[in-house]
């Protein structure tokens, strides 16, 4: 069965100081990876996606990520954080051969930035 | 464009009770997937509609937990019988077509069972 781990659940940083969450997954075949973020009060939004091609992706607000295939994982980064950027966030995987699309989530990383 | 919506956002029942979760997807949006979200844990799976059709309910954790979507348009999750367990926030997703294409998520239903 395929599932994701996030190896941080619980991270504290000051503003300007770089970010980088983990994410691995464990599923053989092709897939389409995911970060999606909720901010206080919001709902689930996609920051990027990784569907082939080039691994390092850009999502919003100056976020990317590194698939890294031999090592099953797709990290979060951003070089220098805001306190805007405090929020929960979460890795998914979807099997590339899915016809329903299903995503399987990490259990999730809170990211608390200070001012 | 509107979003996804939820209602209601909030439900408190009480154990035993039936109740009835509604799902509005992005007009035009084929795919519609519901997900159960405990607390401090990231969404978990439980069924997935393409139009009218429930193709996957494999996530569904019991027949107490049942989905409709009979026109391909609006979805109602219900579950019978509440129990504590059943506690979470239960998110709603379209998306364009399920296989290529992005989730986007309503805010969410936080069901609690007393």
């Known amino acids: 069965a395929q599932s994701v781990s996030q190896h941080n659940h619980h991270v504290i940083l000051s503003e300007a100081a770089s970010l980088e969450l983990g994410c691995n997954y464990s599923?053989?075949?092709?897939?389409?990876l995911f970060w999606y973020v909720q901010y206080p009060g919001q709902h689930l939004q996609l920051l990027l996606k990784y569907f082939s091609g080039d691994p390092l992706v850009k999502g919003i607000k100056g976020f990317e990520a590194e698939f890294i295939k031999s090592k099953f994982s797709f990290n979060l980064r951003k070089p220098s954080v805001q306190w805007s950027d405090t929020a929960e966030y979460f890795c998914?995987?979807?099997?590339?051969?899915?016809?329903?699309?299903?995503?399987?989530f990490g259990q999730g990383t809170t990211l608390q930035v200070k001012p | 464009g509107a979003g996804v919506s939820q209602s209601p956002r909030y439900k408190v029942a009480k154990r035993g009770q039936d109740v009835a979760l509604r799902c509005d997807p992005i007009?035009?949006?084929?795919?519609l997937f519901w997900y159960q979200q405990a607390l401090g844990q990231g969404p978990e799976f439980l069924t997935y509609?393409?139009?009218?059709?429930?193709?996957?309910k494999s996530g569904l954790p019991s027949d107490r937990f049942f989905a409709e979507r009979p026109e391909g348009s609006v979805s109602t999750l219900k579950i019978q019988r509440t129990q504590q367990e059943d506690s979470a926030v239960y998110l709603c997703?379209?998306?364009?077509?399920?296989?290529?294409?992005?989730?986007?998520f309503g805010p969410g239903t936080r069901l609690t069972v007393t």
């Open positions: 007009s035009g949006h084929v795919s």
């Open positions: 599923y053989g075949g092709t897939v389409n």
């Open positions: 509609f393409q139009n009218e059709a429930q193709l996957d």
């Open positions: 998914a995987v979807r099997a590339g051969s899915s016809n329903t699309g299903k995503l399987i």
């Open positions: 997703a379209s998306s364009f077509a399920a296989a290529t294409y992005e989730q986007y």
